[in-house]
């Protein structure tokens, strides 16, 4: 039908199949995708965000702020 949009796509393996990432300034990454589409970018923080390894989940369940990079590494190397 013209003019509609198919808000739950059908999509195969393949057309979700992860085939390029790209770096965006220090702050996101760009994927590119098996069907060709390669729009739109995804910020460290809301991968994070959305991360649902434990610890990640750990940290949002105590509303804990993530550790930095920088501040892990202090972390790890204090003296």
């Not at 965006?24 to 991360?51: E, M």
């Amino acid at each position: 039908m013209p003019g509609w949009l198919d808000t739950a796509p059908t999509l195969t393996d393949e057309q979700t199949r992860l085939v390029d990432i790209t770096l965006v300034g220090n702050y996101a990454v760009a994927p590119s995708w098996g069907d060709g589409h390669h729009t739109g970018y995804y910020t460290f923080a809301l991968l994070r965000d959305r991360c649902p390894c434990g610890e990640c989940s750990a940290r949002r369940s105590s509303r804990e702020p993530a550790m930095t990079q920088e501040a892990r590494h202090a972390k790890e190397h204090q003296s």
